[in-house]
């Protein structure tokens, strides 16, 4: 069965850098979507993406988070200059475009940013 | 704005014991979705269930089912006859019909003890 993948599964970086988390959605999935889960706190909403564009972003993501599709099959969100507070785990989904009576978005295993 | 309340924050059970996950919603729109999702010790989201506003038939999946009350905004999620298997968070979701984004509760942690 398709999978939403993501790598690193985990990444550690120093406060300021610069980090690029990466996700390959289900391969027939035209909409894309970043959410973060904070530890021990429930899973927010970042943005969703469609027809290369944002198509929804939540107040968390402002100009240090910015997403792109480079290619046919990688997902990415960059982190500008990472803070403290964006550690979490962060989760990538994705649907197929299909009827949105019956869509689901599936996620990947997700990545955890440490940040120190 | 939409909102989804877990009341119960743990819920500790022991094998075999039927268990009731609260979740209560909020939302303007007339036609949304709700979802539960599971996220075992390993940290991923697992996708249990989808349930549309214009389809309050009740599901069953093996030990698992479901109770949608529109009229009381309460999307239940019931396990039958509980497993250690089962030990996780459950997070209940919920998605309007102009946007795509989930909106999450903040989760229910179930203990499973044998």
């Known amino acids: 069965e398709p999978e939403v993948t993501q790598t690193p599964s985990h990444q550690v970086t120093q406060m300021g850098q610069e980090v690029i988390l990466r996700c390959v959605p289900i391969?027939?999935?035209?909409?894309f979507y970043w959410y973060r889960q904070i530890l021990g706190q429930k899973v927010e909403f970042l943005v969703s993406?469609?027809?290369?564009?944002?198509?929804?972003k939540s107040e968390i993501f402002d100009d240090q988070f910015s997403v792109e599709r480079p290619d046919g099959s990688n997902f990415t969100l960059k982190i500008r200059s990472t803070k403290l507070e964006d550690s979490a785990m962060y989760f990538c989904?994705?649907?197929?475009?299909?009827?949105?009576?019956?869509?689901?978005?599936?996620f990947g295993p997700g990545t955890r940013l440490t940040v120190l | 704005a939409q909102k989804v309340t877990q009341a119960q924050t743990e819920i500790s059970v022991v094998e075999k014991e039927d268990v009731t996950l609260d979740c209560v919603y909020e939302?303007?729109?007339?036609?949304?979705?709700l979802f539960w999702y599971k996220q075992p010790p390993s940290g991923e989201l697992v996708f249990l269930i989808r349930?549309?506003?214009?389809?309050?038939q009740n599901e069953i999946s093996g030990r698992y089912s479901w109770n949608f009350q529109k009229s009381t905004s309460s999307f239940n999620f019931t396990i039958t006859a509980s497993q250690v298997v089962d030990s996780a968070v459950y997070f209940c979701?919920?998605?309007?019909?102009?946007?795509?984004?989930?909106?999450f509760g903040g989760g229910t942690r179930l203990m499973v003890k044998p």
């Open positions: 349930r549309n506003s214009f389809d309050e």
């Open positions: 391969s027939n999935h035209l909409y």
């Open positions: 993406f469609y027809n290369n564009e944002i198509s929804e």
């Open positions: 979701a919920l998605s309007g019909a102009a946007g795509n984004m989930l909106t």
């Open positions: 989904a994705s649907r197929v475009v299909r009827d949105s009576r019956t869509d689901t978005q599936y």
């Open positions: 939302t303007r729109d007339t036609t949304y979705y």
